[in-house]
């Protein structure tokens, strides 16, 4: 790409202010998307969910203590946590001290205990002491928004209702010039738009992967990028 050219660049690291390729119809932003994803599904031909689990309700717990928390930080609390908190009754029947003992090391332990024992709670006397597989009963549940419910919805259960939006989808998606938005709800459903229903679960994952590896909020490597081409953010300014 060409040289570097000054671009004010806000916290996440999108461009300021958000725009969308001028120019480009709706039709030619999908046909650009898929381009998009193809790369990026061949770059990460393994992506998926990096929180370890092996059931709904470990990932449910893991994912709402992922908040403001890295991944790696839950998966090392999550043996513990699993062992304390075999299943959501366990953890309903808990003591909020006994919960923040555990899971103390992902920050904003006192919040987070609350949630998990109010989300166990609800899973027990609504749901049957089973963690429910639709986004409309995901999100009564409390510390669940659609980002934490299609995060169970598409890696425990297989089903892709929504894409969830983190800060690295959200970064990435202004900077693509594939939303023009910055509020998550909205930001899903323009994904929603230029992604295949089949598509959305892995758009997530991809997206997040290349934020991580290449696409930084800070010092994005454009010049190590495979979507540089159909990128209208590239050679940003403190790229390398």
């Known amino acids: 790409m060409s040289g570097n050219r000054e671009i004010a660049v806000p916290k996440d690291g999108a461009l300021e202010p958000r ?5 480009e119809s709706v039709e030619d932003r999908k046909a650009r998307f898929q381009k998009i994803f193809a790369l990026l599904h061949k770059a990460y031909p393994d992506a998926k969910c990096a929180l370890e689990f092996t059931n709904a309700y470990e990932l449910l ?3 709402i203590l992922s908040a403001q928390c890295t991944d790696k930080r839950v998966n090392m609390v999550m043996p513990d946590f699993s062992k304390a908190f075999p299943n959501p009754k366990r953890l309903a029947n808990a003591e ?25 709670t609800d899973i ?5 002491g089973s963690v ?6 995901l999100v009564t549940l409390r510390g669940v928004g659609r980002k934490t419910a299609n995060v169970v919805l598409g890696d425990a259960f297989g089903k892709s209702e929504g894409i969830a939006v983190d800060t690295h989808v959200t970064r990435l998606s202004g900077r693509l010039g594939l939303s023009k938005e910055t509020d998550p709800t909205k930001i899903e459903q323009d994904l929603m ?33 495979v979507v540089d081409e159909l990128c209208p953010s590239a050679s940003m300014k403190g790229s390398v």
């Not at 725009?19 to 120019?23: D, H, K």
């Not at 904003?108 to 609350?114: D, E, G």
């Not at 429910?132 to 009963?137: A, G, I, R, V, W």
């Open 19 to 23: 725009r969308l390729p001028s120019g």
């Open 61 to 63: 717990a893991a994912t």
């Open 96 to 120: 909020i001290a006994d919960i923040e003992d555990v899971i103390r090391s992902t920050g904003f332990f006192h919040q987070k205990a609350k949630s998990l024992k109010s989300m166990a």
């Open 124 to 128: 027990v006397e609504k749901f049957g």
């Open 132 to 137: 429910p597989d639709t986004m409309e009963q």
């Open 193 to 225: 738009k230029l992604a295949k229903p089949a598509q959305w679960t892995l758009t997530s994952h991809v997206l997040i992967l290349h934020g991580r590896a290449i696409c930084d909020a800070r010092k994005p490597k454009c010049s190590h990028c």
